[in-house]
Nanobody
Framework: QVQLVESGGGSVQAGGSLRLSCAVY????????MGWFRQAPGKEREGVAL???????IYADSVKDRFTISEDNAKSTLYLHIHTLKPEDTAMYYC???????????????WGQGTQVTVSS
């Protein structure tokens, strides 16, 4: 069964850091484009980071230099490292995957349930 399971969210103060995890089950994620998205209350879901199958990473301008994707192939787990958190980073964060090409934000069709990040000022 294909599953993406996020964890690692929480409540932190501005300036803090978090590491979100996305455990992948049921498929070989090396063959997929993987991404992180977020959705704040009352706002549309936005892509924040993606990793293409060739390893290229792309970040949204709003999070560049603060967010980093990494992965542990042995654990089939994708991570999102978030530094210097801001109140505007408050959102539900989702891990996603797609086997479609090209790897674009709109192509993602496999989704996790999300993990909540709340940043207080």
């Amino acid at each position: 069964q294909v599953q993406l399971v996020e964890s690692g969210g929480g409540s932190v103060q501005a300036g803090g850091s978090l590491r979100l995890s996305c455990a992948v089950y049921g498929f070989t994620y090396d063959n997929y484009c993987m991404g992180w998205f977020r959705q704040a209350p009352g706002k549309e879901r936005e892509g924040v980071a993606l990793r293409d199958i060739d390893g290229e990473t792309i970040y949204a301008d709003s999070v560049k230099d603060r967010f980093t994707i990494s992965e542990d192939n042995a654990k089939s787990t994708l991570y999102l490292h978030i530094h210097t958190l801001k109140p505007e980073d408050t959102a539900m964060y989702y891990c996603a995957a797609t086997g479609r090409r090209p790897c674009q934000w709109y192509q993602f069709n496999l989704w996790g349930q999300g993990t909540q990040v709340t940043v207080s000022s």
